[in-house]
T-cell receptor, first 111, second 114 residues
Framework: SQQGEEDPQALSIQEGENATMNCSYK?????LQWYRQNSGRGLVHLIL?????REKHSGRLRVTLDTSKKSSSLLITASRAADTASYFC???????????FGTGTRLKVLA | DAGVIQSPRHEVTEMGQEVTLRCKPI?????LFWYRQTMMRGLELLIY????????DSGMPEDRFSAKMPNASFSTLKIQPSEPRDSAVYFC????????????FGPGTRLLVL
């Protein structure tokens, strides 16, 4: 099964609201990344958080990591219609070079 | 920088035909990854190259799939013979090994095997 599982699978919110997506994983990790994928496009890197970090910010994005619970969350504040996309977490397990991608959360922001 | 370049962007072929997908990684990146994305299985890693050498091809589904990286600026993924279940979007990604871990993805090749 996949290393990362996102929750919820789909999320629909109004413009201006905050969107929170969660990712759970199974093994010890070196780092965790979040990617965005617009329909029909490739994945775009958003933010990386290392295993010794607990929180990171980048613009309207806030990522938290709880290694004891093996989970991460991505918060998008003041969402915009342009944030409509699928969001994936990717984990690099300790001692490996590979990223394992989760199943993704489909976010729809309504104008 | 032009980013990761993939070609073709779309490919429609008939079952049994050979398909070749191409990738040009970002200049200076020494690691290259091929992924396959489907609705059912999500994003799967097929093969990983480091310094043009295949390091891990455990994700390659069958012998019908093969990948090469003859030099640092070019890689191919070949399917021969193709089958309808190979229909998917195939992504190439590159990164600097030993540097930042960020992978940069190409736009993908959407493959449809009839």
């Amino acid at each position: 099964s996949q290393q990362g599982e996102e929750d919820p699978q789909a999320l629909s919110i109004q413009e201006g609201e905050n969107a929170t997506m969660n990712c759970s994983y199974k093994t010890s990790i070196n780092n965790l990344q979040w990617y965005r994928q617009n329909s029909g496009r490739g994945l775009v890197h958003l933010i990386l958080i290392r295993s010794n970090e607990r929180e990171k910010h980048s613009g309207r994005l806030r990522v938290t990591l709880d290694t004891s619970k093996k989970s991460s969350s991505l918060l998008i504040t003041a969402s915009r219609a342009a944030d409509t996309a699928s969001y994936f977490c990717a984990t690099m397990a300790s001692g490996t070079y590979k990223y394992i991608f989760g199943t993704g959360t489909r976010l729809k922001v309504l104008a | 920088d032009a980013g990761v370049i993939q070609s073709p962007r779309h490919e429609v072929t008939e079952m049994g035909q050979e398909v070749t997908l191409r990738c040009k990684p970002i200049s200076g990146h020494n690691s290259l990854f091929w992924y396959r994305q489907t609705m059912m299985r999500g994003l799967e890693l097929l093969i990983y190259f480091n310094n043009n050498v295949p390091i891990d091809d455990s994700g390659m589904p069958e012998d019908r799939f093969s990948a090469k990286m003859p030099n640092a600026s070019f890689s191919t993924l070949k399917i021969q013979p193709s089958e309808p279940r190979d229909s998917a979007v195939y992504f190439c990604a590159s990164r600097v090994e030993g540097g930042k871990e960020t992978q940069y993805f190409g736009p993908g090749t959407r493959l449809l095997v009839l």
